[in-house]
């Protein structure tokens, strides 16, 4: 009787200190977390360690103070919130690409393709994806720069140079789990003006998606993205170098999200205040050219001084380095120029070649501080074949499919549309003609091996 009264009193007090403890916890963990947290890792740790105490202690030695170590060693535990996080580069649907989605929906649906109407037609845009689907829909925060906006129906389907994407884009897009959808590129006034940036963005919201880089009006531009998940707050910005000499009109309300220092100054203050971890997609860079430049790199130092987290370069259509910047005061930002084309029917071979960027976001919720873990560039091509053209604008690239490098082969390779338009282009992949050992020529040139996943570093001399 008198072991059993200690042990109930054991855990009694045990019990009474770990509520007083969870008292404590991060008040700006919301509700639901709290109740993970509590729920996972530390009634766990509480068991654990009480179980730990009955059976290395003798309970007749149990005193207060042992039990008062016992709670210490609960406080000491690391307790941590993750969210892991994926950014896909700039989804750009040439022609060849809507065209090949029509031909893949009309061949399931076992009819002739019909391409009098564009706006009305059934496209498959999945079957792109399908070997990348997975890694999206596993993150639990997808970023994607669509660089085609979905306009509507208040302009053509069309490609280069203003884009007017299919709406099924759009679905897609959403139906393949992407949460963050950014819109500030070179195109975001394709229509000469704002309206597909607002049909386009209008529509991602209506599905609840989150847009960046989108402001109606000046108000917006200071209501910044912010996403809660896991308990950690990440906002997110956006800017472009330019929208190719398109300009909205003077009595325009809208916000369009030049490189400014005064934006971003103004907009990562804000961020700061209310978020703990703060992303900014950055269009910028020179097209084809694998090195970042000058104001690239400039820009990457103002944002690290000011205490940006990630910078997530898009638009130069190659990929380029990333590197951790820190400065004197130990801000820590992972700067990522370019991860290439997600998709796009472009002709180059050095085109083919991009990376997706996945990372854990971490907080430590009894220090607060918040890291990056595992960055990891996850290399892949964009492979397609050449057949019958069907339009003027059409270059008959058919069978897009993304696939991860490591499941590309050279018998693939030898089959890509690309392969003889190579040498008319000046940005070639390392080592000359298309193939799978010219595209990790280009990885390995490019991308430091430490951002590379494990697979990549056994292949290294
Ligand atoms: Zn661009």
Redesign the pocket.
């Known amino acids: 009787m008198k072991k059993a009264f200690i042990k109930f009193s054991v855990i009694l007090l045990t019990l009474i200190i770990f509520v007083l403890q969870c008292g404590c916890l991060d008040q700006e963990i919301n509700s639901e977390i709290s109740t993970n947290v509590t729920s996972e890792n530390s009634i766990k740790d509480y068991s654990e360690n009480t179980l730990d105490v009955s059976s290395e202690n003798s309970f007749e030695e149990s005193e207060f103070d042992e039990n008062y170590e016992v709670s210490e060693e609960i406080s000491e535990a690391p307790i941590e919130l993750r969210t892991s996080f994926l950014a896909c580069p700039?989804n750009i649907i040439h022609p060849s690409v809507f065209y090949d989605a029509l031909e893949r929906a009309a061949r399931d649906s076992g009819k002739e393709p019909d391409y009098s109407d564009l706006h009305n037609t059934e496209y498959n845009f999945t079957e792109i994806y399908k070997n990348v689907e997975d890694i999206i829909s596993n993150a639990d925060i997808a970023y994607i720069n669509q660089?085609t906006l979905t306009g509507g129906a208040g302009g053509k389907i069309i490609g280069y140079p203003c884009f007017n994407s299919p709406m099924a884009v759009a679905d897609t897009v959403i139906d393949l789990g992407f949460d963050v959808i950014n819109v500030a590129?070179?195109?975001m006034l394709d229509s000469r003006d704002t309206e597909y940036l607002e049909h386009c963005s209008e529509y991602f919201i209506s599905k609840g998606a989150d847009v960046i880089g989108y402001y109606p009006n000046a108000e917006s531009s200071q209501n910044i993205t912010v996403i809660n998940k896991n308990g950690i707050k990440i906002a997110f910005l956006a800017y472009t170098y330019g929208t190719n000499g398109l300009r909205i009109s003077t009595d325009s309300e809208f916000i369009i999200p030049y490189f400014s220092e005064d934006l971003i100054k103004e907009q990562v203050k804000i961020a700061k205040e209310i978020s703990d971890f703060i992303i900014v997609s950055c269009?910028w860079g020179y097209e084809n050219t694998y090195k970042a430049n000058d104001e690239q790199k400039s820009y990457a130092r103002l944002m690290n001084e000011l205490g940006v987290d990630l910078v997530l370069g898009?638009?130069p259509h190659v990929i380029q380095p990333m590197e951790w910047m820190i400065n004197e005061n130990g801000n820590r930002t992972l700067v990522v120029y370019s991860l290439g084309n997600f998709v796009s029917g472009m002709v180059s071979g050095s085109n083919m070649l991009a990376g997706m960027l996945s990372m854990e976001i971490v907080k430590n919720i009894e220090t607060n501080e918040v890291y990056i873990e595992s960055p990891v560039f996850l290399p892949i091509v964009t492979h397609y074949v050449k057949k019958s053209r069907v339009a003027s604008n059409d270059t008959g690239y058919r069978d897009f499919e993304i696939y991860h490098l490591s499941d590309y082969t050279e018998e693939l390779a030898s089959t890509h549309g690309v392969v003889r338009y190579e040498k008319s282009h000046s940005t070639t992949l390392v080592g000359g003609k298309f193939s799978k050992e010219t595209l990790l020529n280009t990885l390995y040139k490019y991308i430091p091996l430490e951002f590379l996943p494990e697979e990549y570093h056994i292949n290294v001399q």
């Open positions: 700039d660089e590129h070179n195109h269009h898009m638009h």
